[in-house]
């Protein structure tokens, strides 16, 4: 069975979808199509001058994908450039960042699977806490943001032996970062999260991954923050706070 393709996240849809040549009725001249995803990736890559990385993670598909798709586009804006046809930016397989709830929402169901089949049960998994922070180590400060967060310092509770897993990947995106690091911290294996702030569709993800989250911690440093929870000063949320 071929794997659902992923969705091409478009920012916007174009201002403009035909140009012509001057001088010729658009009735007269052949037509290139460009997809509106094609449009996109010439728009990061071309205009906004991203990385393929950059432009990838933007438009959540991989680098390779991404690279195929500007490809597509850079012949179409040629061949109409070239030959003298009209262009016009139409169809394709694509979400607008606007609508695309479904999309996160499929996200959002997909956290369960990422989890390792090795990770300890939920009840162990407590024993593992994940503290958004601005860089490695214990006695940095707790980042508030949990989706654009620079990254999560992973400490046993039993040892206070900590590692550092990065999110940079979660902050290039400008749409879908909280699902995407709800994914990147699933994998880790953690059981809590504590943090600042964490919105609704994030934290049905968390949720999804059984990982318990504790909020509205910033202005204290990671150390500070687990041994709260430690503590039992910190409860588990119910629900979002953002």
Do not use: W
Request: aromatic share 4%.
């Amino acid at each position: 069975m071929p794997r659902p393709r992923q969705c091409r996240l478009v920012q916007a849809a174009p201002k403009t979808v035909c140009f012509k040549p001057q001088g010729t009725p658009l009735r007269e001249l052949v037509e290139v199509y460009l997809p509106v995803e094609c449009f996109e990736a010439l728009r990061l890559a071309d205009h906004e001058g991203l990385t393929m990385e950059e432009a990838a993670a933007q438009m959540q598909v991989s680098r390779h994908t991404f690279g195929r798709i500007l490809a597509q586009a850079r012949k179409a804006l040629a061949t109409a450039l070239v030959e003298g046809h009209a262009l016009r930016i139409e169809g394709g397989e694509y979400q607008l960042a606007s609508v695309c709830d479904a999309c996160v929402a499929a996200q959002a169901a997909q956290v369960v699977r990422t989890i390792p089949e090795h990770a300890a049960p939920q009840e162990q998994n407590m024993q593992r806490i994940a503290v958004t922070a601005e860089g490695p180590g214990l006695d940095g400060l707790v980042d508030p943001r949990f989706g654009r967060a620079a990254g999560f310092v992973v400490v046993d509770a039993a040892t206070m032996a900590a590692e550092y897993v990065d999110n940079g990947a979660s902050q290039t995106l400008s749409h879908g970062a909280g699902i995407n690091a709800a994914q990147v911290l699933a994998k880790s294996g953690a059981g809590v999260l504590l943090t600042g702030y964490v919105g609704p569709k994030a934290f049905q993800a968390l949720q999804a991954a059984g990982i318990k989250v504790g909020q509205d911690l910033e202005g204290l440093t990671v150390r500070q923050a687990v041994q709260r929870f430690l503590d039992g000063q910190v409860p588990m949320a119910a629900g979002p706070n953002k």
